[in-house]
């Protein structure tokens, strides 16, 4: 039995001595048997918790910074009046900070036989998986005295969405594609453009793309147009190792990645090429392979939901040998990771020539904006000294940049906000460039 703040109060004002808040039930009856048989009847008359029957619905999933609304169904199946306080549990993270008590707590009244749907509002403040906890149920009888309390376990799960704030970015990058993909002339041949169509030539036009057979066969000069080709094969590599846990601004540099990977997967597939995504440290945490346009983006958006940095050392030969496996044809490998020198030294460049052999490489990372805000610093003894050691690391950045671009690939250095326009861009012109 639970006694309510009801009967505490009446203890303090003297109309029950305190002895009745003992838990021995033949203690309080021999108090106050008026008070203490009013209790008794008032706990026997409240609703029954465990017969209670729930079910839930609502929303599975969403975006990090939206809301999921929850809906759970309470059926009464006893003969009494359910007078309740119920608390609907979920992980901290379910909600904003200090928000939880308003968002999680219901009152309720059910009469016997029917049901009532109770909405628990979340608001999750991390990616992954968020799954129900325990509903708790105080059930009053009609004074108000007394109260029965009892947890069930009512099973849902809410995934939690990245928040893909980048494709604000995807229609400057989508009009670019177009001017690409031939609805503006691409002039330049390249190894990787395919022919488009004739057209008739204009000054200023490159002469070594007159047609001159199609030329002799009317009266005015023909010019071959050139478009980039499509169904190209791209593998988008994502090093969960420590490097990746490391907090850049306010997110994890995996999650920044996480975002300029959403970005060049949509931009690709409306270019018409395919996308795969491999998530890999020591073993591959997520893998999307073989899905068609219309997939792509969902499938790659719930593979990256519950994926977190794991602290260990990135194998970097076992991440190679599966992105060869991954990408049997050749293809371009957008690797994002660290630019910090040991592990591209000691991890990367040894096995880079296997990758660079076959297919075409970019290496993409994210760059610390309190570093170059550290380079800017005066004034102080203190601030001179960041200033060096801020210039130290981004002279180290450059270098490590270098090696990777003596060996052919291509690299992307930029903050959060800036990585993934930034990547777009580096895919758009490699695609420009007949790389891919």
Known sequence: ???????????????????????????M??????????????????????????TRSGDTSVRLGDSAKVQLTVTNTSSRRLRAHLRDAWPPSSWLTGTEQAASRHRLTVPSGERRRLTTVLRPTRRGDREAERVTVRSYGPLGLAARQGSHRVPWTVRVLPPFASRKHLP???????????????LI???????DSLRDYVPGDDTRS????????????????????????????????RTSAGRVGDVPRLDAAMD????????????????????????????????????????????????????????????SATALHSA?????????TSLDAAP?????????????????VLVASVADPHIEQMTKTRGTVEAVYEAAAGTQAQAQRRRTAEQLQRHGVTVVDATPDHLAPALADAYLALKAAGRL
């Open 328 to 336: 049997p044809r050749r293809s371009l490998i957008v690797l994002l």
């Open 260 to 319: 300029a990977a959403l970005l060049l997967t949509v931009l690709a597939s409306r270019a018409g090429d395919r996308v795969d995504l491999l998530a890999y440290d020591r073993r591959i945490r997520a893998q999307v392979q073989g899905r068609s346009a219309g997939d792509l983006l969902p499938a790659v958006v719930n593979a990256l939901a519950p994926l977190e940095p794991e602290l260990v050392e990135t194998d970097a030969r076992g991440l």
């Open 210 to 241: 007159i047609d001159w057979r199609a030329t002799a066969r009317q009266s005015t000069v023909a010019v071959r147009t050139w478009r980039p080709e499509r169904d190209r094969h791209i593998l988008v590599v994502l090093d969960t190792g």
């Open 172 to 186: 400057s990058r989508l009009a670019r594609l177009r001017e690409l993909d031939g609805r503006t002339s691409v």
């Open 189 to 195: 041949r390249g190894q990787g453009t395919e022919f």
């Open 344 to 360: 591209i030294e000691e991890g990367l460049l040894p096995v880079l020539p296997q990758l660079t052999k076959r297919h075409t």
């Open 1 to 27: 039995m639970a006694l309510t703040g009801r009967t505490a109060l009446l203890a303090a004002l003297g109309s029950l001595p305190v002895g009745i808040l003992a838990p021995s039930w033949t203690g």
């Open 29 to 54: 009856l021999a108090v106050n048997a008026p008070l203490s048989l009013a209790i008794l009847c008032d706990y026997a008359l409240a609703a029954p918790v465990r017969t209670l029957r729930f």
